[in-house]
């Protein structure tokens, strides 16, 4: 399959921009998605998102991260290539500024989606490797939103994007990484309440397999797994585990006294945010155990374009 056509699939995230270059592979008598390339530049948009406009160091950061991506695509028709903005990007005031100088540096277009068609591709990505008939909840906590999702195979039944986020929740409430007990409580509560509006209808529809697919939910399902701290030694993420690693970072007050395995330095800033709100939504939605998958939002994309061929 080496001559398989490569796409890429470029996600412009409030955390993170992420670059992945894959292709289509018969396995299994059907087709997957198989990832050859992925790169992962730390912008932290939505800590630059200030007054409602972001400031010049996210900006930099940005354009900067494209330039570098654009070097790895150049030679890519641009009907293989879709690039995607996000929460960060939705909601700055001056996005039309970011996008003219980010377009240039990458060398393609970038669509700015909503959070109902981000739902929808992170579904996508989630759904193409899954069992066809089981009906699922995803989580998708990003940097600066969460996609909550319900599908059966690979059919969406609903879908919401709540404007809360591991980035935006770090920023406010864990300041320069401190981290005390009324501040956790605080955000956890008021992500509790964002969840509330929409979660009688998410429990009366009901499913059978929760699914974190973010890098929140990755990093979570691997620090709780390497420190020993999920519910009889269980993989994913466990609501036990994530009450023993808040425990934890209110015993050290700061981020940068955390000793824990499997969490890369890059992450540190984005733990409390995304903790509190993936707290909050195990506790309202009523969820013990979740499974952490890699496919997300860039497969989704990529599943896109190689539908279109």
Do not use: C
Request: glycine letters at 12%.
């Amino acid at each position: 399959m080496k001559d398989a056509p490569l796409f890429a699939a470029i996600d412009l995230g409030s955390n993170a921009f992420r670059l992945m270059i894959g292709q289509s592979v018969r396995r299994n008598q059907q087709m997957v998605i198989q990832e050859v390339k992925t790169l992962r530049e730390p912008v932290r948009l939505a800590e630059g998102l200030q007054g409602g406009a972001l400031d010049e160091l996210a900006l930099d950061r940005g354009w900067q991260a494209l330039a570098r991506f654009g070097k790895k695509l150049r030679g890519f028709e641009a009907g293989r290539v879709r690039a995607v903005a996000t929460s960060a990007v939705r909601e700055a005031d001056n996005a039309p500024l970011f996008l003219a100088s980010a377009e240039r540096h990458l060398g393609f277009r970038i669509d700015v989606i909503s959070g109902h068609e981000e739902a929808q591709l992170v579904y996508a990505g989630v759904a193409h490797t899954l069992p066809a008939q089981t009906t699922r909840l995803v989580v998708d906590i990003g940097g600066g939103s969460t996609e909550m999702i319900i599908g059966r195979g690979d059919q969406l039944l609903v879908t919401e994007s709540i404007a809360i986020g591991s980035g935006t929740f770090g920023a406010h409430y864990f300041h320069g990484g401190r981290i005390v007990a009324e501040a956790l409580l605080e955000a956890e509560r008021a992500a509790t309440v964002q969840f509330e509006r929409i979660a009688r209808r998410y429990r009366a529809m009901g499913w059978q397999q929760a699914i974190g697919s973010s890098g929140t939910a990755r990093m979570l399902a691997k620090v709780l797994k390497a420190n020993g701290l999920n519910d009889d030694g269980q993989g994913g993420i466990t609501y036990g585990g994530l009450l023993r690693l808040s425990l934890r970072l209110l015993e050290v007050k700061h981020v940068k006294h955390l000793k824990l395995a499997g969490l890369p330095i890059h992450r540190l800033s984005i733990l409390p945010g995304g903790l509190v709100v993936m707290l909050a939504a195990f506790k309202v939605f009523g969820i013990t155990h979740m499974i952490a998958s890699e496919p997300g939002l860039r497969f989704g994309v990529l599943h896109g374009l190689m539908s279109k061929h």
